[in-house]
C-alpha cells in the first residue's frame, strides 16, 4: 500500500479504535447488561465501519484524482514538447523549400467541380512537369476553405497523388491550420518529363456560391526558376464544371489574364468553362465566379 494511503488508513483505524473503547467503557460505568451493551457496542462498531469506508473511500478517491491530474498533466507537457519539436522540423523544411527556385518547368490543368452539395465540391491538379535536371520534392498548397480558422488534414479532403510513370509520390503536411501546404517526396525522383497529378475533396468549397450565387477563387503563380524567368508554369489552365441550372453561370479573371471559353453544356448536362494562359508570368489570379441559385433546368 502507497504510503500515503497507509497514513490515511492508520489514522482512521486509530480513530475507530477511541472510538469503540469509549463506547465500551461508557457500557461499563452506565451499567447497562451484557446482552444490551454487546447490541449498543455492535451497532455503535457498525456506525463507525460505515463511516471509516465512506470517509476513507472519499479520501482514497480525492488522492487518486489529484494522481491522475499530476499525471495527465505530465502527458500534456510532454506531448507539447513533442508538438513543438516536431514543428520545429516542420519549419525547418518548409524554410528550405521556399529558399529553393524550382528547377523544372511545368504545365499544370486544373479541373474545379462545383458540386451540388458540400460532398461533391472536387478538385483535380493534372500536371506534367520536366525536370531540369532533377526534381525529388517540391510543395504545394491545395484550394480549401479559408472562412474559418481550423485544422485541416489530408484525410479531412481525401488527397490523393499519383504518377502515371512508375514510382510514387509520399504527400507530409507542412502546415493545417485555415490553409494546407503540403510537401511532395517524388520516389524514384523525376529525371524526364512527368505526368502526375493530386486529387482532393475539399468539402464546402464552393457553399458560398451555392447559397448567395457568388464567389471567387485565387491562385498565386510565385514560382520564379532558377534560369530567371517569371514562372515555372509553361501553360496553365482551368475547367469550371458546374451543377445544371438553367442559367449558364460566368467566369472572369479580374485583370483580364488569359482567355475564356463561352459556358456550355458537357454530355452529362453539367455547366463548363474553360479558362486559359498560354504565357504565364508570375501573376496572381483572381477568378469571380456567379450562378444562379437554386435554379436546375
Known amino acids: 500500500m502507497p504510503a500515503k494511503y497507509r497514513t490515511v488508513f492508520g489514522g482512521t483505524w486509530g480513530l475507530l479504535c477511541a472510538l469503540l473503547g469509549a463506547a465500551s467503557g461508557v457500557a461499563q460505568l452506565a451499567g447497562i447488561s451484557g446482552r444490551t451493551g454487546r447490541w449498543a457496542l455492535t451497532a455503535v462498531f457498525l456506525a463507525c465501519l460505515l463511516y471509516f469506508v465512506v470517509w476513507f473511500w472519499q479520501i482514497a478517491f480525492v488522492l487518486k484524482i489529484r494522481q491522475l491530474r499530476a499525471e495527465l498533466l505530465d502527458a500534456t507537457q510532454a506531448l507539447t514538447l513533442q508538438r513543438a519539436g516536431h514543428q520545429h522540423y516542420l519549419d525547418a523544411i518548409q524554410r528550405i523549400s521556399e529558399r529553393e527556385k524550382p ?7 486544373v479541373l474545379v467541380a462545383v458540386g451540388a452539395d458540400d460532398d461533391s465540391d472536387r478538385i483535380v491538379e493534372k500536371r506534367v512537369t520536366t ?29 490523393k497523388a499519383s504518377r502515371e510513370t512508375f514510382g510514387t509520390i509520399t504527400a507530409l503536411p507542412l502546415e493545417q491550420t485555415r490553409t494546407l501546404r503540403v510537401w511532395m517526396i517524388f520516389d524514384p525522383a523525376m529525371t524526364t518529363p512527368t505526368e502526375w497529378q493530386v486529387e482532393y475533396r475539399p468539402r464546402g468549397l464552393w457553399r458560398p456560391l451555392r447559397e ?35 442559367q449558364p453561370p460566368s467566369v472572369k479573371e479580374r485583370q483580364g489574364y488569359g482567355v475564356l471559353s463561352e459556358p456550355v453544356r458537357d454530355p452529362s448536362g453539367r455547366w463548363e468553362v474553360v479558362w486559359r494562359d498560354e504565357r504565364p508570368a508570375g501573376r496572381r489570379y483572381v477568378w469571380d465566379l456567379t450562378q444562379a441559385v437554386g435554379r436546375p433546368s
Open 212 to 246: 448567395r450565387g457568388w464567389d471567387q477563387l485565387t491562385w498565386e503563380d510565385r514560382l520564379p526558376t532558377a534560369s530567371g524567368t517569371p514562372s515555372a508554369f509553361t501553360r496553365f489552365a482551368i475547367t469550371f464544371t458546374f451543377p445544371d441550372n438553367d
Open 131 to 159: 525536370p531540369e535536371p532533377l526534381v525529388t520534392h517540391r510543395t504545394m498548397r491545395p484550394i480549401v476553405p479559408t472562412d474559418e480558422e481550423r485544422m485541416i488534414r489530408l484525410d479531412d479532403i481525401a488527397f
Open 103 to 109: 528547377l523544372f518547368l511545368e504545365t499544370l490543368e
